[in-house]
């Protein structure tokens, strides 16, 4: 099993409950982590036997074009999309939210969402 991670995909997206968010927009980043099952890949080394990280990339900005009023929304369907990929264990999709609307000052608002195939249970 190989834990392939993707950080920093940036989206620009409609999500939000203030109805300027809706019309306006705002940046996100997204990061995901799946756990895949490399046992096929590591001898052939071909791509169809492992999970393509474009594709991954595909799902997150086709699920970001989706408007949601909360971050969970998105975040959940994301991690939904590519639970169903080949080979894939288990998902981690965190959602950032950069710059939202908010009078105070943080260094992040995300979501994160775990999912994994109801067969596999991880040591970590």
Known sequence: MTTIT???IKVYAY????KEEAILGGHFNVNVWVEVNTDIVEESDELKDTLDYVKVISI??????????MIEVPT???AKKILKEKNVLKVTV????ISPPVDAVFKKISAKKTLAKSNFSSTT
Not at 15 to 18: A, N
């Open 60 to 69: 997150v900005k086709e699920q970001m074009l989706i408007r949601s009023n």
């Open 94 to 97: 965190e959602l950032e939210k």
């Open 6 to 8: 993707i950080e920093g």
């Open 76 to 78: 959940a369907r994301i």
């Open 15 to 18: 999500h939000g409950h203030l």
